[in-house]
């Protein structure tokens, strides 16, 4: 365990991770942030008197360093990117208040810090995907409340999302009756308002799923918005996708996945196939804007996500 006298003067006792200081390529707000990370954290640990108790981990736009506060007690400090995704994480987190979720300890909306409770580095991937399915389904009842009115609409991004969507070149390696489809599916989503009023995670698949010592699993990490539960279950279709190729029957094995979730859950299976649509098609038009933004041709990267988008909208529907 590491003391905290250097913490004051700005000073870590360990190197910011090289995979999150690589983010910086991603433009000037992630530079920005990157470069104020360093004090950022000093200042939490010193006003909050901790002590770092393990190597530094971080997802895509958060720094978590396992901390121990002055009473000894086990906790993680976790600092993220001042984006929209992140404003409202501490409210999700304070309205669960650890209901099938990761304990808030404390919070620093305005440096988008927070201490949690510390969790296993176990998280889904350690089980079968169906399995897996099962524990993220058997959450949605208790994560999925009366959403708090501080948050942002799910409406209002999809809205956004969906006009990227019919301004995307023709030509774009989509095909153009799913693109139709999946325009008109969300105009219809938008003005429902069915829609909105339910606090949603966002972004709850398996890696966001963690082993615990009061339950065997508390979900981590939402980009809460006011939305409708169905929006929930796409991620669970395409990640640890190299699993469901590997299963040789790409079309069957989404639809275990997503019948799995949709029995276990109660959902409604024509809305939940319908919003597995619109997010599948609003997530491969974006790697379509970045190549446009960027001047150039999509990458093989880009191309394989695209597929996998547009055949997990195409597997659902039968």
């Not at 530079?31 to 004090?39: G, K, M």
């Not at 029957?249 to 649509?277: I, S």
Request: a negative charge; proline letters at 7%; hydrophobic letters at 45%.
């Amino acid at each position: 365990m590491i003391g905290r006298a250097a913490y004051a003067r700005g000073v870590l006792p360990f190197e910011i991770p090289a995979g999150l200081a690589a983010q910086s390529r991603l433009g000037p707000e992630w530079e920005a942030w990157l470069t104020s990370l360093p004090r950022t954290t000093a200042d939490a640990l010193d006003e909050w008197s901790l002590s770092v108790d393990g190597d530094p981990m971080h997802g895509f736009c958060s720094l978590v360093v396992p901390v121990r506060t002055s009473s000894g007690r086990p906790v993680v400090l976790k600092v993220a990117l001042p984006d929209d995704e992140s404003e409202h994480e501490h409210l999700a987190l304070q309205r669960w208040a650890g209901n099938g979720a990761v304990r808030l300890v404390r919070a620093d909306p305005r440096r988008r810090a927070m201490l949690l409770e510390r969790l296993h580095p176990e998280d889904l991937g350690a089980l079968g995907d169906v399995e897996a399915c099962e524990v993220v389904a058997g959450l949605y009842g208790r994560l999925h409340v009366p959403a708090p009115p501080q948050l942002r609409s799910l409406t209002a991004y999809v809205e956004r999302w969906n006009d990227g969507l019919a301004e995307m070149a023709r030509d774009a390696p989509m095909p153009r009756r799913l693109v139709e489809q999946a325009i008109a599916l969300a105009r219809s989503f938008v003005t429902d308002e069915t829609s909105t009023g339910t606090m949603i995670h966002g972004d709850l698949h398996y890696e966001n799923v963690l082993a615990a010592e009061r339950e065997p699993w508390l979900v981590i990490d939402p980009k809460p918005m006011s939305g409708d539960p169905h929006y929930e279950v796409a991620p669970l279709l395409w990640n640890r996708w190299d699993e469901v190729v590997a299963a040789g029957g790409v079309r069957d094995a989404v639809r275990l996945r997503f019948h799995t979730v949709v029995d276990t859950a109660g959902l409604d299976e024509p809305r939940a196939r319908d919003w597995v649509v619109v997010r599948a098609l609003h997530d491969a038009s974006w790697s379509v804007a970045d190549a446009q933004r960027a001047g150039r041709s999509l990458t093989a990267r880009e191309r394989d996500w695209i597929t996998t988008m547009v055949t997990v909208a195409k597997a659902v529907q039968g």
